[in-house]
């Protein structure tokens, strides 16, 4: 690598908007995001997914198919 040219990298805290914080190595200082593992609603267990059916389902559904 030729030197002086990269970016320094070390550790920087990575904040959510709900509180939870991350210590983390990066390029950048002080991440803010969002939304994290700690509050998704996906690792959280509260993601209301639609099993309804698919696009052949509500096709058929539509036109009174099958």
Known sequence: MKKDIQPEYGETTITCACGKVYKVGST???????????????????????????RADKFKKKYGIG
């Open 28 to 54: 950048k200082k002080d991440i803010k995001v969002d939304i994290c593992s700690n509050c998704h609603a996906f690792w959280t267990g509260n993601l209301k997914r639609d099993t309804t059916g698919g």
